[in-house]
């Protein structure tokens, strides 16, 4: 299974989501860091993501290949992060095949209504525990 981590800034949120994975399943899974820059690629891969890329061409055509996607959920937000997140990158994702799984967490001038609000290491928990695990029996 390829899992594509997206974040931008400082990579904060995507390290914990793949040392998380990584912790759980090894290298039973391939993990791919994709930094909208390379600041925030630089910290996934210290993370121990398999490999990584920056930009929203990296982007856009590693999501093509991806089986899953995780990120905040700015990552469909087009101009998210400061204007990280281009329009072309929140299209991409939004419309790649992968499954996506985006974290309630935002800088945004948006809100999502009727979602536990948790710790973002019980949302990556959540993540690995239910979702990955679960898809990885049907693979």
């Keep these: 299974m390829r899992i594509c981590v997206i974040d931008g800034q400082g990579g904060g949120i995507g390290s914990v989501i793949i040392r998380r994975i990584k ?9 791919l860091a994709l930094g909208t820059n390379a600041i925030a690629t630089a910290q996934m891969m210290k993370a121990h993501a398999n490999r990584g890329a920056t930009g929203e061409n990296a982007i856009l055509v590693t999501i093509q290949e991806a089986d899953v996607v995780i990120g905040p959920l ?11 997140v281009t329009p072309a990158i ?32 019980h949302q990556v928990d959540h993540i690995v525990n239910l979702r990955l695990k679960e898809m990885l029996k049907h693979v």
């Design 23 to 31: 912790d759980e399943f090894g290298e039973e899974v391939e993990v």
């Design 74 to 84: 700015g990552i469909v937000l087009a101009n998210a992060m400061m204007g990280e």
């Design 90 to 121: 929140a299209a991409g994702v939004a419309t790649c095949r992968a499954r996506k799984f985006l974290l309630p967490l935002t800088q945004e001038n948006v809100e999502v209504v009727s979602v536990a609000h948790e710790p973002l290491p």
